[in-house]
């Protein structure tokens, strides 16, 4: 018996249906492509102006980060300029903010090519989940690589104000870290952990040199700046490494320690940092 031809009303759905499902995987396709290549969805469909914008941002985008990594790669000096330099953060944070609302207005853009009130009613409620996930996915990761970088940029002013750097010493930046506490009965901020942080300007490679909380008696090597001052070692009366205060000048003017009753004398146990234990 042979099989009977559908009617036409059948015919009529069948390829009514092929139609929405084609319509569907266009609209898909639109997003990924905007996922994958930003612009190229609006250069298929025939937006031209705004593809070739889109397009050409990207990929001298892509290009400037393969040259910064290139070159970081060999001249690890420029990573550590571009990481500490707060106009060059600035300039970093502003242009991920700006890919990132431009990027999530092509996401719109491609959504809408797709002609999404031509699609059924699941097929228009996958494209909205589908869009609005990579819409906010892509987003969402630049603004919080934006949110990242001004941390870094904020860190570097609160550390080390909000100006130029000073340049390199011999090839190198040294940084003082000084660990400080105060209390009851104390005189001062007394810094109980020192440690000096000799950075590579070329490399970035980092050398911790710790220092003794107590310097008294300590000597000079012969001929330098400080034998002179002080031939038989770092014997200034009252001026230990314990007791140095912020602002003083880099000779050594120290004020005489202040007495202490001995019910509020700390102990030898009490004033141990945790540096030191």
Known sequence: MSPVPPSGSQQRFTTLDRAQRVRFRRAVTLMLMTLVLPGSAQLVVGKRRVGMIAMRTFFALVAL????????????????????NTWILQVVRLGLMA??????WLFVDAWRLGQPLTLQRQHRLAIVGVNGFLCFSVAGALLFGAHMV??????????????????????????LLMGGDSGAGRWGLRPDSMTVASIDAETGKTVLISLPRNMQNFPFPKGSEMAGQFPDGFDEE?????????GRSTTPTCSPTPTTPASTRPSRASRASPAST
């Open 238 to 246: 009252g001026c230990t490494s314990t007791a140095s205060r912020p």
């Open 99 to 104: 890919l990132a609302v431009g990027w999530a």
């Open 65 to 84: 980060a393969l040259g910064t990594a290139l070159a970081s790669y060999f001249w690890h000096g420029i990573a550590f300029w571009a990481g500490t």
């Open 150 to 175: 001004g941390v870094q940029r904020q860190f570097m002013i609160t550390m080390f104000g909000n100006g130029d750097a000073v340049g390199a010493s011999h090839g190198r930046y040294n940084v």
